[in-house]
């Protein structure tokens, strides 16, 4: 068994980002941070997106409207942040206090700029293989840990658990592509689904990405299997001081030792998804030209 | 085994579809159906659309631009018709001539106007499943036929032979969503599948579009299986006095015994597309007030 590290990868990546950053002739790209409130995990994410932002060279621009901001005043933001040709990319940290309409904010992010791929336009072009638009984070950073470690999807049976927007279809999508790397014969199960366990053990490659805490065990994986795991949760742990530990949604000790690769939980496709946020955000600049 | 009738099906909704217009207040939808050059299938399916446009009651206005006509021509008519407030949707047949860019007419069409469901915008809302948008006439047809012949994909097990924009992805794309007939499992095999019979074997409803005659043979289905047909290929037939005959993806003969429904080639999933294009002409009118 070979462990993924994400760590590891996602400092190659970081390091690549600057080189290519630090040779762009012009001004830096410029990614805006909303953040609206103090939710603790929120602030722990901006101020993680700032920290890699500085380190590869890209310009960060932290906004934190008051909680009692107003879904009109949120969404003139970020028309004006639409509108501001220096900056390249905007992210409206995730999730919004809950008086505000999170869907509507993000709808309101031109596709230009939406370096989180969420929007309309730039899901319908991942189902068209058209590369002009933005890749949501974690999926692309699945797809580069896979292409790092020697994975090629050709000819293989991925089997993605989830289909959220944010990861499971569009991680689906990916795979499915007819492109290098790609090319993978795909199925999705979800919580609907009859006979999981069925179809994971056909997986030469899986993706877990349904947010229960070690739901993969090593009876749903065939030998040898490729294992990402998406999922982070928090389960109860006495032992540590913060009364809870990181889980993800794969058995790692139970499935590690049948899988050829799996990625940690944490460290693996966690570290990933800032990098590709900050991947996207070049491209925005270099997009905007 | 039970036969799927398209034709009786396609009547049916084709009746539903006149007493809705019957129904409207205010003006009738209005189809643009736009179609430049001769060739004989576009000529032939264009009479189609606008002969069960009349039957519905939708007034149909047909475009024939010369052979001669530019890109940039082409992209000013259809600008003009997103711009008509008394036109609900347009359509531009396919093929157009070499010397055209099918894909920038496509793009050309506004989104509120796609009654084909081609439009980045409308692939992105369907992965967002948001009902706002229009989907594909082909992939909407399938839904509709096994809905009406009694099959819920929940819990089932579908499996999508072919992923083209046009049919398999959004096919896939609907049977996975969350909503009442649909939530299935999916699995996307293609061209680069390993070992294609081993997961048709494994389908509850099969969708065979992947345009190659009669390759779904008796051997790759499950007993009891729906099985959806939606490959129209002429093979040679010199008994007949085209010289060729009509044969799906799947051999017919061979894996009707084994079927619990089974759609016909001509007569299946073919009558449902011109009848899906109706009803999207009707939301588009709906929508526009």
New interface residues.
């Given amino acids: 068994m070979q462990l993924i590290d994400g760590n590891a990868i996602a400092a190659t990546l970081v390091a690549e980002l600057k080189a290519r950053v630090a040779a762009l002739p012009g001004r830096k790209p410029c990614l805006a941070l909303v953040r609206v409130g103090e939710d603790p995990a929120s602030v722990s994410y901006v101020r993680k997106k700032e920290k890699t932002a500085a380190e590869i060279g890209i310009e960060s621009r932290v906004i934190l409207p008051p909680v009692s901001i107003s879904q009109a005043e949120l969404e003139k933001l970020i028309d004006d942040l639409n509108a501001d040709p220096a900056v390249d990319g905007i992210l409206v940290q995730s999730p919004l206090p809950k008086n505000l309409d999170e869907p509507a904010a993000f709808r309101r992010i031109a596709a230009h700029k939406d370096v989180d791929g969420f ?10 293989e ?1 590369d002009s638009g933005f890749v949501a984070c974690t999926p692309a950073g699945i797809m580069e840990l896979l292409a790092r470690s020697g994975v090629d999807l ?4 991925v089997v993605v658990l989830g ?1 959220s ?1 944010i990861v499971g ?2 991680a689906a ?1 990916l795979a ?1 592509q ?1 492109k290098a790397g790609a ?8 919580s ?3 006979d999981v366990a069925a ?1 994971t053990r056909l997986a030469d490659v899986l993706i877990a990405a349904i947010g229960k805490p070690e739901f993969v065990k090593a009876d749903m994986v065939k030998p040898g299997a490729v294992v990402i795991d998406v999922g982070i949760n928090r389960v109860p742990d006495p032992s540590k001081k913060t009364g809870y530990k990181l889980v993800g949604d794969v058995d790692f000790d139970g499935v590690a030792p049948l899988a050829s690769q799996i990625t940690p939980v944490p460290g693996g496709v966690g570290p990933m998804t800032v990098c590709m946020l900050m991947r996207n955000t070049l491209k925005a600049r270099l997009s905007a030209g």
Same sequence: chains 1, 2.
């Fill in positions: 929007h309309t336009l730039n899901l319908g072009k991942l189902v068209q058209d050709k000819g293989k049976h289909r927007l279809k569009p999508l499915l007819k090319n993978g014969t795909v199925t999705i199960c979800h609907g689904t009859a179809l």
